[in-house]
Nanobody
């Protein structure tokens, strides 16, 4: 079964750091883009960090300079290093991958289950 497993969320004080991990299934092939999205309570889900298969990265203005997206191909894992966390960073963080499985000819979106990040003031 296709699965993205996220971990690393938790409760942290403002100014602290967290490192989120997303372990991806080897069933997902021809990955085009991967990234992290955030959904705060009562708000829509918005992207915070994206990476193409070629390594190009983009960051939302609200996290630029504080968050870093990276990947380890050998471990099939995507990471989000979050530094200088603010209360506004509180929300559920989702891993996202665009790719294919099995005999599919089109790329589709795959999402993790989400991991809660809470930043206290």
């Amino acid at each position: 079964q296709v699965q993205l497993v996220e971990s690393g969320g938790g409760l942290v004080q403002a100014g602290g750091s967290l490192n989120l991990s997303c372990a991806t299934s080897r069933s997902i092939v021809d990955i085009n883009t991967m990234g992290w999205y955030r959904q705060a309570p009562g708000k829509q889900r918005d992207w915070v960090a994206l990476m193409t298969s070629g390594g190009t990265t983009n960051y939302a203005d609200s996290v630029k300079g504080r968050f870093t997206i990276s990947r380890d191909n050998a471990k099939n894992t995507v990471y989000l290093q979050m530094n200088s966390l603010k209360p506004e960073d509180t929300g559920v963080y989702y891993c996202w991958i665009s790719g294919r499985v099995g005999i599919m000819r089109r790329s589709v979106d795959f999402w993790g289950q989400g991991t809660q990040v809470t930043v206290s003031s």
